[in-house]
C-alpha cells in the first residue's frame, strides 16, 4: 500500500462507530507501510464545544494512531483566528493539520464543451449559485493557514475540477500557481479528473481519491502493475 498510497482517511463519523482495538489495528497497519492515518472531519462537531473538546479530540486521535486532522475551513464557519488557533494546537500535539476548501462558482462560468460556429451567439446558462466565491480570497485564507502551520491545503472544488470535461484550468492553475504543487490535494471523483491532472501537472500531483481508483490511478501515473487501464 504504502509504495502506491500516501495515507488513508476514515470519512465522516466512521471512525466512531469502530472499536477502538480495530481502529488502531487498521491505523498500525498503515503505519507498517509508511502510510499516514487521517482521522475525517468528525472534529468539526466537537470545534463548536470550544477548544477544550477539541484539545481532547487530538489526544484522542493521537492515542489512537491517527497522523493527520482535517477541518472543514468552509462548513466551520468560525473566525478565521479560531481556525488557525486550532492548526496550531495540531501541530503543537506532533500531528499533521489538512484544512479542507470548498470552491465553487456557476455553471454559466464553466466554459462550453459544444461545437459551436464561430461567432455564433450562445444563450446564458441560468446561474446555479447566487454567489461565486473569490478564488484570490479562498488563497489568501489557505497562505495564512500553512503560514499557521497547516502540512497540506486540501481543495474540495465540487463545481471546478469533478468533471473533466468542464474543468476550470485557470482557476486549478491559479491555485497551484500560489500555494505550490507539493503543498496543495485535489479531490479527484473519477478516472477523467485525475488523468486531466496527472496531464497537466505531472506524476507527482496529490489527488484525493476512492480506494476503488487506486489502481487506475497509479496507471495513469505510469506504474506497472501487470493490468492495462483498458481492464478498469
Not at 149 to 156: C, E, L
Not at 166 to 173: A, F, H, N, V
Not at 205 to 218: A, M, P, R, Y
Request: charged share 30%; net charge negative; glycine share 8%.
Amino acid at each position: 500500500m504504502g509504495e502506491f498510497v500516501d495515507g488513508m482517511k476514515f470519512s465522516g463519523a466512521f471512525s466512531n462507530l469502530m472499536p477502538r482495538p480495530y481502529i488502531e489495528k487498521v491505523t498500525e497497519m498503515a503505519h507498517k507501510h509508511n502510510a499516514y492515518v487521517s482521522s475525517g472531519d468528525w472534529g468539526e462537531h466537537l470545534v463548536r464545544k470550544g477548544p477544550s473538546a477539541f484539545q481532547q479530540y487530538i489526544e484522542e486521535c493521537k492515542r489512537l494512531g491517527f497522523d493527520t486532522i482535517e477541518l472543514n475551513v468552509r462548513s466551520l464557519e468560525l473566525p478565521e483566528e479560531n481556525l488557525l488557533r486550532f492548526v496550531r494546537l495540531i501541530k503543537s500535539a506532533g500531528m499533521r493539520a489538512k484544512p479542507q476548501f470548498a470552491l465553487k462558482c456557476n455553471k454559466s462560468d464553466i466554459p462550453d464543451g459544444r461545437n459551436r460556429a464561430y461567432a455564433a451567439f450562445v444563450v446564458p446558462s441560468l446561474r446555479s449559485e447566487e454567489f461565486v466565491e473569490d478564488v484570490d480570497f479562498l488563497i489568501r485564507r489557505a497562505e495564512r493557514f500553512l503560514e499557521a502551520g497547516a502540512d497540506m491545503i486540501m481543495i474540495d472544488a465540487e463545481d471546478v475540477c469533478q468533471h473533466a470535461d468542464s474543468m476550470r484550468g485557470d482557476i486549478i492553475t491559479k491555485i497551484v500557481g500560489r500555494l505550490g504543487i507539493e503543498k496543495t490535494m485535489f479531490d479527484a471523483s473519477n478516472a477523467k479528473t485525475f488523468e486531466w491532472f496527472i496531464r497537466q501537472y505531472g506524476p507527482k500531483v496529490n489527488l484525493f481519491v476512492d480506494h476503488s481508483q487506486v489502481g487506475k490511478l497509479e496507471c495513469l501515473r505510469g506504474h506497472n502493475l501487470g493490468v492495462s487501464i483498458l481492464d478498469f
